[in-house]
């Protein structure tokens, strides 16, 4: 008799295995998001940090060049009031050390008229210099032309229109023709002509001739120059 032999296979769930495999995937992508997350957050971190560091770096070069701007901008400012006081003081007195003697207008024996001029009490060699630049129109004994009583004189035009005359030196050093600066040395001052001791006389006119004189300390004081 022949015996039927069953044989059962035994069969194991299949669901916790594929429930393993869901976890297994669902914690994959956890930590593969997790992973890109945080990287997302470093890489955001390190740009913000760069941002910040570049603005920075740009406040700080425009308030230098701000800085360095306004320190121009000043020295600016100083080397025009310089160059604004200089052209202002263009005239000065023809000589540097003195006593003032007789002034213009006075009257006296001296004189055929009143005096044309201001005097300055130097003694005899005393550097005498243009008291601006200008061109010399007269120079020489007589007066440069002027008369006997100027003794050894000088006469220069100026680009405004005036005209300085120096009288009673002891040695002219330009010629006519010749243009001289504000400062430069024409002479040395005397005690020529008609004159009671050492001294230089100074004119300021209006042409280059005898008799156009005006106040020469008043003219002078017009251009900044006090004497």
Known sequence: MSKRVTFQLSRRPSMPRVSGAVVAAGLGASMVFGAGAAFASGTTGNVALAAATTTADSVAKQASAQSKAAVAAEKSAVTAQAAAKK?????????????????????????????????????????VVAAHSGTVVKAG??????GPAYGNAIVIKHANGKYSQYAHLSKIQVKI????????????SGNTGNSSGPHLHFE??????YGSAINPVAFLNSQHVHI
């Open 87 to 127: 052209k202002a003081v263009t005239w000065k007195t023809p000589v540097s050390k003195y006593v003032l003697s007789a002034t213009y207008g006075t009257g006296g024996d001296r004189w055929s008229n009143k005096h044309s001029g201001q005097d300055f009490a130097v003694p005899i060699g005393t550097k």
């Open 141 to 146: 004994p007589n007066g440069g032309g002027d």
């Open 177 to 188: 023709g010749e243009k001289v600066n504000t400062g430069e040395k024409i002479a040395l």
């Open 204 to 209: 300021i006119r209006t042409t280059a001739n």
